[in-house]
């Protein structure tokens, strides 16, 4: 069994920084690409940004320049630096993650999300 755990999220002003992280713990072989989505009420979820296990990075067009993704392979370990933030930013943070079990198999898991809010 894998577990995401993420943390950091919580309520800013326009214009400051949060940084989330998520540790994936459990049955672990190697951990692939890893991921940030955000959701808001009504709408799909939708990627905010991206890393591979050689730290390739890829972003939505909303956060470039402003968010920045990084990742611990020692740590199982993916953060998101958040700077510039403004209220459309306000969502719940989801934690993806691809994942090799012992045995083989790939398995693709989801963290439980985390309330960010921009607001005055």
């Known amino acids: 069994q894998v577990q995401l755990v993420e943390s950091g999220g919580g309520l800013v002003q326009p214009g400051e920084s949060l940084r989330l992280s998520c540790a994936a713990s459990?049955?672990?072989?190697?951990?692939?690409?890893m991921a940030w989505y955000r959701q808001t009420p009504g709408k799909e979820r939708e990627l905010t940004a991206t890393?591979?296990?050689?730290?390739?990075?890829r972003y939505g067009d909303s956060v470039k320049g402003r968010f920045a993704i990084s990742r611990d392979n020692a740590k199982n370990t993916v953060y998101l630096q958040m700077n510039s933030l403004n209220p459309e930013d306000t969502a719940v943070y989801y934690c993806?993650?691809?994942?090799?079990?012992?045995?083989?198999?790939?398995?693709?898991?989801w963290g439980q999300g985390t309330q960010v809010t921009v607001s005055s």
């Open positions: 459990g049955s672990i072989f190697s951990v692939d690409d």
């Open positions: 993806n993650a691809e994942i090799f079990a012992p045995s083989g198999a790939f398995y693709d898991y």
């Open positions: 890393i591979t296990r050689g730290g390739g990075t």
